[in-house]
């Protein structure tokens, strides 16, 4: 079974995260695995009697959480840990076999920097599988036009065939985006790989945007304003090589800077899986 995850810091924003997360569920028939991580390192004197008192606390803090939560419908189970918050999140990516972490940008005390820059980014750095990070407090528009920025050298056929599920799941367009710039040389002929991509996906009606703009981030951010787009996708790579440094830090900036909801897909880890199920289907149909 899909099996899809949603940190929680019992903030507004993870609740946010968990509606869109059960909606979503719903749809393609998976579960969602809520999941608080209590960071031990931030109380150096816990000891066992306040761990478990502060372990009580947490499973009625989850408790109320769920009852003002949207979910009707869907299949939720929670897990909570004490520990390192990225680390034990990656754990359970792992164990669980989760393809799709569903998060918000920021924590309950508000240090989006702090939260959002290092946790989010560095369990999507970790490429077990596919991040969506959603804004918060921008809005969630429905997914009309998504669009992937794209270097076309890293597994773009791959890449095409689970976005291709999003696009037929929301019945949306899907845009192709290239920003040319001499800070990032081309290694392989675009032009080649596009042609390729029709071939092998001749009924995908996929676009291609190609813009010269020396600062990526800049170009893409302009692209995805003056376009209404309602998603942004990328890779992250874990390959060791200095032009993924680069790829990397233009998606770091990407999660920080943009507020829209972003798809942070993984170079080699789990595929993501958003097929809508049959009774799903039925449901559409009505």
């Known amino acids: 079974m899909k099996t899809f995850l949603v940190p929680t810091d019992f903030s507004d924003s993870s609740l946010r995260a968990l509606n869109h997360a059960c909606r979503l569920a719903i749809e393609v ?50 897990v909570m840990r004490g520990g390192n918050v990225v680390d034990e999140i990656v754990n359970a990516i792992d164990e669980l076999g989760v393809s799709l972490v569903v998060m918000a940008t920021a924590g309950g005390k508000g240090l989006k920097e702090k939260y959002f820059g290092t946790r989010t ?14 804004p918060e407090n921008g809005p969630i ?62 009924q995908a009606d996929i676009q291609f945007v190609e813009i010269a703009n020396d600062d990526v981030v800049e170009g893409i951010t302009r692209f995805v304003q003056e376009t209404n787009t309602s998603l942004l996708s990328f890779t992250m790579l874990n390959r060791i090589f200095l032009e993924n440094i680069t790829h990397n830090s233009v998606s770091a900036k990407l999660l920080r800077n943009l507020n829209l909801p972003m798809l942070a897909l993984p170079e080699n880890g789990r595929l993501l899986d958003l097929q809508r199920n049959a009774d799903s289907e039925r449901r559409m149909d009505r």
């Open 29 to 78: 028939d998976a579960k969602v695995i809520l999941c608080h991580i209590y960071d031990k390192s931030a109380l150096p004197s816990f000891g066992i009697a306040r761990e478990k008192a502060h372990s009580e606390e947490a499973q009625q803090k989850m408790s109320n959480f769920l009852a003002n939560s949207q979910c009707e419908g869907a299949m939720i189970e929670t």
């Open 141 to 202: 528009k429905p997914i009309e036009h998504i669009v992937y920025a794209a270097d076309f050298e890293n597994g773009d056929q791959v890449t095409v065939l689970q976005l291709m599920q999003l696009k037929e799941l929301f019945n949306a367009t899907l845009t192709f985006l290239h920003i040319k710039s001499k800070n990032q040389p081309d290694l392989i002929d675009d032009e080649y790989v596009k042609e390729e991509l029709i071939k092998q996906f001749p």
């Open 121 to 134: 980014e560095a369990i999507a750095k970790r490429g077990l599988c596919s991040v969506l990070v959603l």
